[in-house]
């Protein structure tokens, strides 16, 4: 994670750096901090496909905090 902050501090549009953010966070399972991370990196672009498929990914992040939140 220091090297994707301080990609962000150094660029802070950086779309690349949010993404390496997001999926440090999915690796320590902070899914709070993912769905965040997704939502900044979906605002960095204007690319229709990336913003569709971090639409989905925020969506599925959602969806395994909920599960894990109710033990399911």
């Given at each position: 994670r220091p090297f994707f902050?301080?990609?962000l501090e150094l660029n802070p549009r950086s779309f690349g750096a949010m993404m390496?953010?997001?999926?440090?966070?999915?690796?320590?399972?902070d899914f709070d901090s993912a769905g965040k991370a997704y939502?900044?990196?979906r605002d960095?672009?204007?690319?229709?496909?990336?913003?569709s498929y971090?639409?989905?990914?925020?969506?599925?992040?959602?969806?395994?905090?909920?599960?894990l939140r109710s033990g399911h």
């Open positions: 902050r301080r990609a390496g953010m997001a999926s440090t966070a999915l690796m320590q399972k939502g900044d990196a960095r672009t204007d690319d229709k496909d990336e913003r971090l639409t989905a990914a925020i969506g599925d992040v959602n969806k395994v905090h909920i599960r």
